[in-house]
């Protein structure tokens, strides 16, 4: 009887132990399972190039996936667009495989929260990209991430979290094409996208 139940136990153990994966990603960050991704683009989903769709995310955050040409472009107050205000510098860059905002981008994300607290109604796109080392699941996940820890410093310093919406293209949306550091550099990034409400 004893055996049996020995038998029994190692069975489990051994579907148990079959059904899970480590999650592990390496240096590169590519994962160290296979996991398959549902091509969601706007192409082979149907989806016009000016629909916009929600993506939720099992920390509680949202993401979403934006097609178009971005002409939804808030121009509603001059400093956004004036050169010489701090509000004209909407893109914070990232160190390769981090989401920490460097201390240099501290200065602009102030000025836009101290605009977003002045102005409620304005809502924020907040795009997060990567360069293209990584895995397209990683670099989606990495980019939301950055994408929200610029939201987090934005809303620390003042503005509500319903003036954001947090998008990851990851690595589908490169400023600048290349396959060297100073590619990747321009490629790690966040864009603040001031949307019409």
């Known amino acids: ?25 390496d240096e590169d960050g590519a994962s160290g399972a296979d996991v398959a991704v549902e091509d969601r683009s706007a192409a082979s989903s149907g989806i016009d190039s000016d629909s916009v769709s929600g993506e939720a995310f099992g920390d509680g955050s949202e993401a979403q996936v934006v097609a178009g040409s971005g002409s939804d472009q808030y121009q509603g107050d001059e400093a956004l667009n004036d050169p010489s205000s701090p509000l004209y510098n909407k893109v914070v860059y990232f160190e390769y495989d981090s989401s920490s905002v460097r201390q240099e981008d501290l200065v602009t994300l102030e000025a836009h929260a101290a605009y977003l607290g002045e102005h409620p109604n304005a809502t924020v796109r907040l795009e997060g990209h990567t360069d293209e080392r990584g895995s397209r699941e990683y670099n989606l996940a990495l980019g939301e991430r950055r994408a929200i820890a610029v939201r987090q410093i934005l809303m620390l310093q003042g503005a509500g979290i319903n003036q954001f919406q947090v998008t990851s293209y ?4 490169p400023d600048l094409e290349g396959y060297d550091d100073s590619a990747w550099q321009q490629n790690r990034r966040v864009e603040l996208i001031y949307v019409g409400r």
């Not at 009887?1 to 990603?25: Q, R």
């Not at 990851?170 to 949306?173: L, M, N, P, Q």
């Open 1 to 25: 009887m004893k055996l049996i139940n020995l038998g029994i136990l190692l069975s489990a153990l051994f579907l148990l132990s079959a059904c899970s994966t480590t999650g592990d990603i």
């Open 170 to 173: 990851g690595e589908e949306r």
